[in-house]
């Protein structure tokens, strides 16, 4: 499809439905093919780049240059990052267009994308625009849903924002290993959480580019130095004998029975394909799951956040006063209430005196969490539950969930991602409503070919 | 802690290290000075930057924690130490926290008493501000990011000081240290300490002094500080918890802030950075490596090579002439070779502005000069004038000596030939000395070095006048 043709598209979408903050409109004004606005290293010959004329779109925490990047936030208006994220350059250099930057809650702070920075705009459900696109990568799950044209969009998740609102819209969505994907040029969230991933509508794009943006990168240095796997080989490949393990406590209380029915059609599936399923229990990760997430999330977010201050680039106000009392001006008036929150909340549980019950304890928390998990893979290939335990909601439902029933709806979602292990989402179906229920898979670390292996049977 | 001692101070010393690049990114850590050309997104704090560790900047650290004895951690792990300051391009500072690199060290002062560390850690440098019309009267700051990130070692003591004298020596001992470990580059690294001191009268309560620069000066904030605390309590005051800034050029310090408790930076590991294992193998390859240090040269000088304890510790002190001191004694006697380096090679350095290292003189060239004086071929005034040439320009010293003719006049026949000239050319000097005079003599030895263009030896001249005279 013609570019200038995605681009119009793009832009017609987002009148409606709010998916991107920017769309790279400078591609608009050069021919269809010439991107020098966002392509820095081209293949050596033209077309032989692997996701060459391939649309994709990016979540806006994730720095590509010279195009606004603001995290979804009103205080990094403006702000136009001076070099690529790594897994940038590296879908550049393989010929793909980068078509713009998808909307988010600010910072990532959120499972709705309802907590958008100040005076900007809410993505709405691909299915229905009463509802929310899930978080916190709504804009990025949308598009991917609603585009015509062939397109991946690089995401990143920090607690289950890449499967959850995949989840809601309908969409594939794999969060890797964390140190699987360079997070070089990602605006933090929480560092020790946080992973770059793709959402596309075929499992074909999702192992293509996890091929080309998984591997070691000198510039982060909690990449992992693991060989990449050629994630394609492992379409095509029979599950016969794979182990999966149901997670029982993802069955019970609190799921929506529409949901349940639809995830175990699609364990039926697997089990006829030849898996072998066998109920597991997670009881801490169940039990602390989300706490232990909350703490250590908010504890790494309030210390990126400091840097946000009006000084060196975004937001920037009068100069009056102290620095202090500057800084806090800038803060206070771009900053929107889940940021501070969270920026409260976080730093309280860092300060002397709270710090060994709150930080510490909770990552102690978390490294039986990951043991608890490490025991049931010396058991099993994958973990399954539903990825949601309800479709996405109505935004007048959710205005009236407290801050804490908020973050309890990510109780499937934060085990895997405090564990580091990957997972995806994948589509099981609709319910009454005509929205869509999602799947989700678990691998060990570093064992993404098993998540496509299997996921690409359903 | 309890104290029993008239004076009681700790120090915290903060020293760059000499690396080619900064502690988390691969700016230059020297060269521009135009503010902010070397910086990138890491070290300016921009959005989704991230911080890689220099290796070279933790084996600086190693050899430190190594040469003070200290106990070394087997992981290596950095936190984030949260503060909103405008020199902080993250409003935090990549530090470290529970866990300091090393612990437990000791460095000896020059008497000989131990002040023992609690600990030795990494950190980086926030960036510099600029305060263009001085720090009270300037409207505005202006921030410079060169320094941003630079590496820099945290050393701090125990309260184990007991009066300024001590503080000075510390610093200068350390200095040593840094400087013979290669580590540290007295000419564009930065070393600066804070400062705790508190006296017995006040009941030990004790004031930080912030950011003295150079030991001279720690010992000078330090005697100004004794002298106000002892002040204050005699006109009846009670002393208060406080951090105080000092003003080098007044020779002041003056009160910044009353501490009530200790500031909460929030510490967290920091998520950017994974944990470095420290291995035996990689602490015995720096071991390895590691030069002799100043005690260990002064233990050997006074020893080995006998010399007296103050010429010992002079020389040992510099590490580059402790090691000509070591070659150099293999074929001269170490006496002589000392008193050459310690005093006419340095005199003639200092006068010039030189280290030994901007000039071309080697060990050779000390060795065949002091070859000749001990062989008696040239006098100590020709050997003198030869190092200042040294310093100039390289050149070997035998021929030189040979070309130019220096060789010392040691014919007494020919001397003495010179000697009745003078004799003839000052009668007035002569007469004098035969008066009882002793010191007219002077005179006329200087008419014969100077016609034997400073080649003879002014005791055989003194000598064979007398005898001419009598």
């Known amino acids: 499809m013609d570019i200038n043709k995605i681009i119009e598209e793009c832009k017609k979408i987002n009148d409606e439905y709010h998916y991107f903050n920017t769309i790279d409109e400078g591609l608009n004004s050069k021919s269809s093919n010439c991107y020098e606005s966002s392509i820095r290293k081209t293949p050596k010959k033209q077309g032989d780049g692997k996701l060459n004329n391939i649309a994709i779109s990016v979540k806006d925490c994730i720095c590509v240059k010279g195009l606004e990047s603001r995290a979804g936030s009103k205080i990094l208006e403006k702000y136009k990052p001076v070099f690529d994220a790594t897994v940038i350059e590296k879908v550049k250099q393989q010929g793909a267009i980068i078509i713009g930057k998808t909307a988010q809650d600010a910072f990532g702070f959120g499972s709705f994308s309802t907590n958008v920075g100040k005076d900007m705009k809410i993505p709405l459900n691909p299915f229905d625009k009463e509802r929310a696109c899930g978080g916190s990568s709504g804009g990025s799950a949308g598009i991917t849903q609603k585009a015509s044209f062939r397109h991946i969009t690089l995401s990143e998740s920090t607690g289950g924002s890449i499967v959850c609102p995949a989840s809601f819209c309908g969409v594939i969505g794999l969060c890797p290993t964390y140190g699987r994907v360079s997070r070089y040029g990602l605006m933090d969230y929480a560092n020790s959480l946080d992973k770059i991933g793709p959402m596309a509508r075929s499992m074909d794009d999702i192992a293509l580019i996890m091929e080309i943006i998984s591997g070691y990168d000198e510039k982060e240095s909690t990449t992992l130095n693991e060989e990449v796997p050629k994630y394609s080989d492992f379409l095509k490949k029979d599950i016969k004998g794979m182990k999966i393990g149901i997670i029982k406590e993802a069955f019970g209380k609190g799921i929506d029975k529409e949901v349940k029915e639809k995830v175990e059609q699609g364990i039926k599936k697997l089990e006829q394909l030849g898996a072998k399923t066998e109920f597991i229990s997670l009881p801490l990760t169940q039990k602390y799951g989300v706490e232990t997430y909350y703490l250590l999330a908010m504890c790494e977010a309030s210390t990126n956040l400091a840097k946000y201050c009006g000084m060196r680039y975004g937001a920037a106000e009068k100069l009056e006063g102290s620095f202090n009392e500057y800084f806090s001006k800038v803060r206070s008036d771009y900053f929107n209430d889940e940021s501070k929150r969270r920026i409260i909340i976080g730093t309280f549980a860092r300060m002397a005196g709270y710090r060994d019950a709150y930080y510490i304890k909770a990552a102690k928390v978390r490294t039986k969490i990951i043991e608890e998990y490490k025991k049931a893979f010396a058991k099993f290939d994958l973990l399954l539950s539903p990825t949601m335990p309800f479709v996405a909601p109505k935004f007048k439902d959710i205005e009236k969930l407290t801050p804490l029933q908020n973050y309890m709806a990510d109780i499937l979602t934060v085990g895997p991602n405090l564990a580091g292990l990957p997972h995806i989402s994948i589509p099981a179906g609709f319910n009454k409503d005509k929205m869509p229920i999602g799947l989700m898979l678990i691998a060990d670390h570093l064992k993404e070919e098993k998540l496509i292996q299997a996921g690409s049977k359903l | ?470």
Not at chain 2, 370 to 386: C, G, S
């Open chain 2, 1 to 470: 802690m309890k104290f029993n001692s008239d004076i009681v101070i700790g120090l915290e010393i903060h020293c760059e290290l000499a690396t080619k690049s900064k502690l988390f990114c691969g700016c230059a850590r020297s060269g521009s000075n135009e503010p902010n050309s070397r910086t990138c997104p890491t070290c300016l704090g921009h959005p989704g930057s991230k911080p890689v560790l220099n290796k070279k900047a933790v084996e600086f650290a190693i050899k430190l924690a190594l040469a003070t004895n200290s106990k070394i951690t087997k992981e290596l792990i950095f936190s984030r130490k949260s503060y909103f300051y405008p020199d902080m391009a993250k409003n935090y500072q990549i530090s470290q926290y529970e866990i300091p690199l090393a612990t437990e060290g000791s460095i000896k002062l020059g008497s000989g008493k131990e002040i023992s560390l609690t600990r030795i850690h990494m950190e980086e440098d926030p960036a510099a501000l600029v305060h263009p019309s001085g720090m009270r009267e300037s409207k505005f700051v202006l921030v410079d990011y060169n320094r941003s990130g630079d590496p820099l070692v945290e050393v701090v003591t125990n309260p184990d000081m007991t009066s300024p004298e001590e503080a000075r020596d510390f610093m200068n001992q350390l200095i040593t240290i840094l400087q013979y470990l290669e580590i540290f580059d007295i000419n564009n690294c930065i070393i600066k300490a804070d400062a705790n001191i508190s006296i017995k009268e006040s009941g030990y309560i004790r004031a930080e002094i912030k950011n003295v620069t150079g030991f001279k000066d720690i010992e000078r904030a330090l005697k100004y500080e004794v002298a106000r605390q002892k002040e204050e309590v005699k006109e009846g005051k009670t002393l208060k918890q406080e951090t105080r800034a000092w003003d080098s050029e007044k020779g002041i310090t003056f009160s910044l802030r009353t501490k009530e408790t200790e500031a909460d930076y929030g510490y967290i590991v920091d998520p950017d950075l994974v944990k470095i294992d420290l291995t035996k193998e990689w602490i015995s390859e720096i071991k390895k490596n590691m030069p002799e240090l100043a005690h260990e040269k002064l233990a050997k000088f006074t020893k080995q090579h006998g010399l007296t304890e103050e010429m010992a510790r002079i020389i040992s002190k510099d590490k580059e002439l402790a090691e000509m001191f070591e070659a150099v004694s293999t074929a001269i006697d170490p006496e002589l070779a000392a008193k050459w380096i310690r005093r006419e090679l340095t005199r003639v350095l200092n006068y010039n502005k030189k280290k030994l290292n901007e000039t071309g003189i080697k060990d050779i060239h000390m060795i065949d000069l002091l070859k000749l004086i001990e062989e008696n071929k040239i006098t100590e005034t020709t050997a003198q004038r030869i190092i200042e040439k040294l310093v100039e320009s390289s050149f070997d010293i035998k021929e030189y000596v040979k070309k130019q003719g220096l060789e010392a006049v040691s014919d007494v026949r020919g001397l003495e030939k010179l000697c009745k000239e003078a004799i003839d050319e000052a009668p007035k000097a002569v007469e004098e000395y035969s008066s009882g005079k002793e010191k007219a003599l002077n005179f006329v030895v200087g008419i014969v070095m100077k016609k034997t263009k400073g080649k003879a030896k002014p005791d055989e001249v003194n000598k064979i006048l007398k005898d001419l005279i009598k």
